[in-house]
């Protein structure tokens, strides 16, 4: 019996040596984790393993002023569409308006003016976070300042800061940066906010009040600096930057959800922000910016004159995201001393750069 089973013994050997010399050799490479991604620079395409991220609808708060531009044109050009997001622009006529959404997560982002009602909000527990850098004022940007009534100018009336004794100056809200600015042009000359006239006047109303002679001075931005020279309403005496340098005028406020289960989301649209803001950027750094760019304007912001938006002088954001912390807490403690701050925030907790990190780990340090 033995004997018969030879053959049928030496032919199952032969056959398992057949089928292991038609097996590749070597070990069969491991999976990529789910979700990984190619890192930049990464040689070849993503592996057939990786799969995209979910798209994440977002909620987007906007002003409508040039210093949204940079989101209008990530969303013209598809830089938001690139990171899986599907982001809805809300439009708001004030930074305090979007505050009460964010904190409920109606509202996933937005941005605004550094004001005493942001920190008030986050003072009193509601949880929002500076991400990003949205509008600083550098020394030597001519876009922002201290602009003085024509006829007082002209005549010398103002020439340096103890001349502001006794004038009128409009502020277009109590508790902004303007009034940080101000109150350190006021200590230049050995005064303080009881020897001036402070007078509350919406931006847009200032032009008739500097018409009128109803105030003489005032602290204020584009596209104002710009419409009240061209009127010869005002001329630009002081520039903010080069009172305060790299004052943080406005920032990117991310709500509780940010900062929870839409992390991953909140990555991806650094990204595509920054990519919006280094092409801003580039678009105004030679002058008149790309007819595109002023078009993307016009679609998408309050500005609708395209002549208008080639005159401006653009606001300048950061192109490497981060906020200037520095400003942010002398701002706070201007607050603070003014009584308009009542139980301050403690900035550690309050500014979060892992977004921008994250960005920067994805695109790099802007090269102009």
């Avoid at 919006?276 to 500005?303: C, I, N, S, W």
Wanted: hydrophobic share 45%; proline share 7%; charged share 20%.
């Amino acid at each position: 019996m033995a004997a018969r089973r030879t053959p049928v013994i030496v032919w199952a050997i032969l056959l398992l040596g057949l089928l292991l010399a038609c097996r590749p050799s070597g070990s069969p490479a491991a999976p990529a984790p789910a979700g990984s991604t190619v890192s930049p620079g990464g040689g070849g395409p993503p592996s057939i393993s990786e799969a995209p991220p979910a798209a994440t609808a977002l909620s987007v708060g906007v002003l409508g002023s040039l210093v949204d531009l940079p989101v209008f044109l990530a969303v013209e050009r598809g830089y938001f569409a690139e990171e899986a997001l599907e982001v809805r622009l809300v439009a708001f006529n004030s930074a305090s308006d979007m505050i009460p959404l964010l904190a409920t997560d109606q509202l996933s982002l937005g941005s605004g003016g550094v004001n005493a009602g942001i920190f008030n909000a986050i003072g009193r527990g509601v949880r929002l976070h500076i991400v990003a850098d949205k509008q600083f004022f550098p020394a030597g940007y001519e876009g922002s300042g201290i602009l003085v009534r024509t006829d007082l100018f002209d005549s010398g009336r103002v020439r340096e800061a103890r001349d502001l004794r006794g004038l009128t100056i409009a502020q277009g809200a109590p508790g902004t940066t303007q009034e940080v600015q101000l109150d350190a042009l006021l200590q230049e000359g050995g005064l303080t906010f009881d020897d001036v006239v402070l007078k509350t006047v919406a931006y847009a109303d200032q032009a008739a009040a500097l018409a009128n002679g109803s105030i003489d001075v005032t602290s204020t931005f584009e596209p104002y600096t710009t419409t009240f020279q061209e009127r010869g309403l005002a001329r630009m005496w002081r520039l903010t930057g080069d009172i305060s340098p790299d004052s943080e005028a406005s920032v990117v406020l991310f709500g509780p959800q940010m900062l929870g289960e839409h992390r991953a989301a909140g990555n991806r649209w650094m990204v595509a922000y920054l990519r919006g803001v280094r092409d801003y950027a580039r678009a105004f750094a030679g002058g008149e910016p790309p007819e595109d760019v002023v078009q993307t304007m016009v679609k998408h912001g309050t500005l609708k004159d395209p002549a208008l938006i080639r005159r401006l002088k653009a606001p300048m954001i950061n192109p490497n995201g981060y906020p200037f912390r520095e400003s942010l807490q002398q701002t706070l403690d201007f607050f603070v001393r003014r009584g308009l701050v009542q139980s301050p925030p403690n900035l550690d907790e309050v500014i979060e750069t892992s977004f921008v990190d994250f960005a920067l780990a994805r695109l790099g340090r802007y090269a102009p």
